[in-house]
């Protein structure tokens, strides 16, 4: 069947890193896609990794792990914004559109 | 910055009523998504909607549910008959192209209570 893992909770201090881990396990896998959802929110697109390797967008990163089926969502110099529950999403194949999230983290930042 | 937008925000109905939830994707985009999220839990897919027809759906997209896009600006999910289940917050969501149905912007939810 079709799973995501995440971790379900993640505490860290202002101006620290923080990396959330997804594993997946999925019929077909073309992409890995991250959200930020704060509570009472919609989600909002972070990053998307279809290759192996590191994507940078400002203080937010992505890796992808294709043959591990790993990603992480990695962020730096965490301000108390960033609190807030984050979710990976596979889109798992080309003919598909639908996204397949995880649990989600759900990211405490405390000053 | 465009944006999707969902109307009501929050629909309080009776068990066995019928609902509409509206949304309005923007405007140059193609393709349009509703996804459910129960409290506390994960966001799940229902259907996605391509060129005025559904081009996949969801285990839990059965017959109570459909789709339509009665006008171009337009994009409603109906519930024929409401549950208490369907109680979660229901977001709209649209994509530019098929190659960036990664990055799909979701519209604000509407919260969806049935008593």
Sequence with gaps: GQSLEQPSEVTA?????VQINCTYQTSGFYGLSWYQQHDGGAPTFLSYNALDGLEETG??????????SYGYLLLQELQMKDSASYFCA?????????????????????? | EPEVTQTPS????QMGQEVILRCVPISNHLYFYWYR???GQKVEFLVSFYNNEISEKSEIFDDQFSVERPDGSNFTL??????LEDSAMYFCASSSSSISTYEQYFGPGTRLTVT
């Design chain 2, 10 to 13: 929050h629909q309080v109905t």
């Design chain 1, 13 to 17: 201090v202002e101006g620290a890193i």
């Design chain 2, 78 to 83: 109906k519930i024929r008959s409401t549950k």
């Design chain 2, 37 to 39: 999220q129960i409290l």
């Design chain 1, 59 to 68: 203080r937010f990163s992505s890796f992808l792990s294709r043959s591990d």
């Design chain 1, 90 to 111: 596979v889109r798992e194949d080309t003919g598909r559109r639908a996204l397949t999230f995880g649990s989600g983290t759900r990211l405490q930042v405390q000053p």
